[in-house]
């Protein structure tokens, strides 16, 4: 708690240098990491917000199989990656020291060939899906190649962009290919914490998602913040002069007060397209694992972006094929587990969303 303390004192960007490493090619922010306190609220809004997804599975015998099995979490979060838009995956087959024998190469030719049929079935093209085999807890493959799996050396991946080799984790890290950033678009900043630093102010923390945000810029805060001026903006405790898509930042502003703001609310340019609360809005659903039938009144949680907030199905627009988006039935009564819909839904508090098109980070 000191250190966060101090961090305060000193300076904006709260540091979460633990979550972030740097490969030859780029600054990696790991977003969903265990024990980084309501950074992310779970896997979904991590997913959402994510580049790429780095699906860590075990090796031990009867723990893949689990993990794999109809209700495992393996197959959950490989369909959630998927279906929330990240488009590039990377999968290391973890704990080789634990298969009998230990290190096994047979072991992890029956995992690779299992999840390279699962990755396509979910939409992948398991082609430019790297599969490798790691011990995370003994440092195997993550950094340097291992002594222990001497079976294991370069392979290759083609892609579209042209190829590349990986022994490592790390090799395939370097490799992602980079998104592209919507530096063109209006201003969306989604918050995800607000603090009070004593001798700046109010401080917003949050990632720029679409355009940028510079000191100066007028910010609309939706659904139903104020307007007012940036003063200054910070990542990792240097002073920007302008941030870009993709920067996890903090933005010092006028005249606010800290209960003015909350997580979930969008900042954008007040005079270029600015955010506006959603009253009611129409979403692509797909049902994971859910206990008997789903139907109109139905009112769970949602994760858009930052914001957590109850969504009532008002209406159950046409049940769709998951991977065609065909209509397969208008009007639906019920929808149940493995179904896609398109439902018409009305948030219990205002919440701002967008339409995938336009600001896809703002509309998964």
Not at 76 to 98: P, R
């Amino acid at each position: 708690l000191d250190k966060l303390k101090a961090e305060r004192e000193r300076g904006i960007t709260i540091d979460i240098a633990l979550w972030k490493f740097e490969t030859n090619r780029f600054y990696v922010t790991i977003i969903d990491a265990p024990g980084h306190r309501d950074f992310i609220k779970n896997m979904i809004t991590g997913t959402s917000q994510a580049d790429c997804a780095v699906l860590i599975v075990a090796a031990g015998t009867g723990e893949f199989e689990a993990g794999i099995s109809k209700n495992g979490q393996t197959r959950e979060h490989v369909l959630l990656c998927f279906t929330l838009g990240v488009k590039q995956l990377i999968v290391a087959v973890n704990k080789m020291d634990s298969t009998e024998p230990k290190y096994s190469e047979t072991r992890f030719n029956e995992i690779k060939k299992e999840l390279t049929a699962y990755v396509k079935k979910v939409g992948y093209n398991p082609a430019v899906v790297p599969i490798l085999p790691i011990s995370g807890f003994n440092g195997d493959n993550m950094l340097e190649k291992s002594d222990n799996m001497t079976w294991w050396g370069k392979t290759k991946i083609e892609r579209k962009s042209g190829s590349y080799e990986f022994i490592t984790l790390f090799d395939a890290l370097d490799n992602i290919e980079p998104p592209s950033r919507p530096v063109d678009k209006p201003l969306r900043l989604p918050l995800q914490d607000v603090y009070k630093i004593g001798g700046i102010g109010t401080v917003p923390v949050g990632r720029v998602e679409t355009g940028i945000l510079k000191p100066g810029m007028v910010v609309n805060f939706a659904p139903t913040g104020p307007t007012t001026e940036v003063k200054s903006v910070e990542m990792h405790h240097e002073a920007l002069v302008e941030a870009v898509p993709g920067d996890n930042v903090g933005f010092n502003v006028k005249n606010v007060s800290v209960k003015e703001l909350k997580r979930g609310f969008v900042a954008s340019d007040s005079k270029n397209d600015p955010a506006k609360e959603a009253g009611d809005f129409t979403a692509q659903v797909i049902v994971l694992n859910h206990p008997g039938q789903i139907q109109a009144g139905y009112s769970p949680v949602l994760d858009c972006h930052t914001a957590h907030i109850a969504c009532k199905f008002a209406e159950l627009i046409q049940k769709i094929d998951r991977r065609t988006g065909k209509e397969i039935e208008a009007n639906p009564k019920q929808i149940k587990s493995g179904d896609s819909c398109i439902v018409k839904m009305i948030p219990s508090k205002p919440m701002c969303v967008e339409t995938f098109q336009k600001y896809a980070p703002l509309g998964r």
